[in-house]
């Protein structure tokens, strides 16, 4: 189960993630030297500090809607949870090492992990509402229509089109803060309803 603040977390654990699997690599340390080279900022934002090298840019968050009706075990007979939010989120990856060659090797690479890891788990997992815990998360590649990234990066204030993939994340839960106490049963009682039938002569 986790808190609100899991987004957060999903976004630091793919950083480190990505550092954890660049950082022993000859070919993509020279290009991504730390992982603060790594952001959760969008193209636009990374493009007015030349320290960020790559973008984990979150722009989108649906509701899941395979886990929305799913129950829940509930472990106190005293108090019944409500399910808690199900949600997949969208990443937008875009290298920006200002040398094209650099970022099909650096994309490639991101690529590359996030095949190797298509499912997150265990240390990996980083912040409050993830580590220690049991959640695996799924990274999914989701080819994205290209009117749709076109779209998208118009949304980008004087940032022109560049290379990108998007992948999806999924299940994130948020837990609910509702509860309903439940009471026990004091008395039973039984009706009954019969009908009178009347005899035809």
């Not at 976004?11 to 020279?30: H, P």
């Not at 949870?81 to 990856?93: G, H, K, R, T, V």
């Not at 990066?153 to 106490?181: A, N």
């Amino acid at each position: 189960m986790s808190d609100y603040p899991v987004i957060a977390d999903v976004g630091n654990t793919l950083k480190k993630l990505l550092w954890e699997n660049i950082k022993n690599d000859a070919k993509v340390n020279k290009i991504i030297e730390a992982e603060a080279n790594i952001t959760l900022e969008s193209p636009a934002e990374m493009q007015t500090d030349s320290n960020k090298k790559l973008s984990l840019y979150l722009y989108r968050i649906v509701e899941n809607q395979f886990l929305k009706n799913q129950e829940i075990p509930n472990n106190d007979p005293k108090k019944i949870e409500s399910n808690p939010l199900a949600i997949d989120l969208f990443y937008l990856i875009t290298p920006a090492t200002n040398l094209r060659e650099q970022d099909h090797i650096l994309l490639g690479k991101v690529m590359q992990v996030f095949h190797d890891h298509a499912v997150v788990r265990g240390l990996i997992l980083t912040g409050d509402t993830l580590a220690g815990s049991d959640v695996q998360l799924r990274l999914v590649f989701y080819s994205l229509p290209f009117e749709e990234i076109i779209q998208l990066w118009q949304s980008f204030s004087e940032k022109s089109f560049h290379l990108s993939v998007c992948y999806q994340v999924t299940p994130i839960r948020i837990d609910s803060t509702r509860e309903i106490e439940a009471k026990r049963v004091k008395e039973k009682r039984d009706e009954y309803y019969q009908e009178s039938v009347k005899k035809v002569k």
